[in-house]
């Protein structure tokens, strides 16, 4: 059973214009949201994340937007560039003592100059 | 600082080897996990360590043993491994308490079992 999913294998954008990840995911139990950026043969970088108690969260060109009631999440790159040409994976947690991540399947996203 | 190291970048093992890796962190995390990623999958969870002790093993094999000498440090110890066992290994630490839960990986090390 997937509990995080990521529907969209690749994602193609120009450059400048914005890029949308979405991911759903099953669990209401989650409390915990997270995004990472990943290049081939290297570990996941942490981007952004956001706290069930919210429904954005910003960080410069990322935005991450949460949808309770959908079990829907969201991250937005304005402006996108070349150099986030990766895979993004969302992730989720119900936090505790473990903090154990649910990883979803991953979107390529192929951003074009 | 949130950076995540380990060791060796790269290891080729044949299936009668042992061979360990090696994590270590600095940012006062007490927990510490190891994950396993093959091509064009999402990272697997293979272990949790909270407060140095082992609190998740998800189901895997006995011929990988983990060990976490101290709150800084885990290691991965690898014995008759099957070539099926070929992936990028990846050690993260998180805390576990506050407002924050992003947990920091290391940049990985691959294994090929020969």
């Known amino acids: ?113 | 600082d949130t950076e995540v190291t380990q060791t060796p970048k790269h290891l080729v093992m044949g299936m009668t080897n042992k061979k360990s890796l090696k994590c270590e962190q600095h940012m006062g995390h007490r927990a510490m996990y190891w994950y396993k990623q093959k091509a064009k999958k999402p990272p697997e969870l293979m272990f949790v360590y909270s407060y140095e002790k082992l609190s998740i093993n998800e189901s895997v094999p006995s011929r990988f043993s983990p060990e976490c000498p101290n709150s800084s440090l885990l290691n991965l110890h690898l014995h008759a491994l099957q070539p099926e066992d070929s992936a990028l290994y990846l050690c993260a630490s998180s805390q576990l308490w506050g407002d924050s839960y992003e947990q920091y990986f290391g940049p990985g090390t691959r294994l090929t079992v020969t």
């Open chain 1, 1 to 113: 059973d997937q509990q995080v999913k990521q529907n969209s294998p690749s994602l193609s954008v120009q450059e400048g214009r914005i890029s949308i990840l979405n991911c759903d995911y099953t669990n209401s139990m989650f409390d915990y949201f997270l995004w990472y950026k990943k290049y081939p043969a290297e570990g996941p970088t942490f981007l952004i994340s956001i706290s069930s108690i919210k429904d954005k969260n910003e960080d410069g060109r990322f935005t991450v937007f949460l949808n309770k009631s959908a079990k829907h999440l969201s991250l937005h790159i304005v402006p996108s560039q070349p150099g986030d040409s990766a895979v993004y994976f969302c992730a989720a947690s119900e936090g505790g003592a473990t903090n154990k991540l649910i990883f979803g399947t991953g979107t390529l996203l192929a951003v074009q100059p």
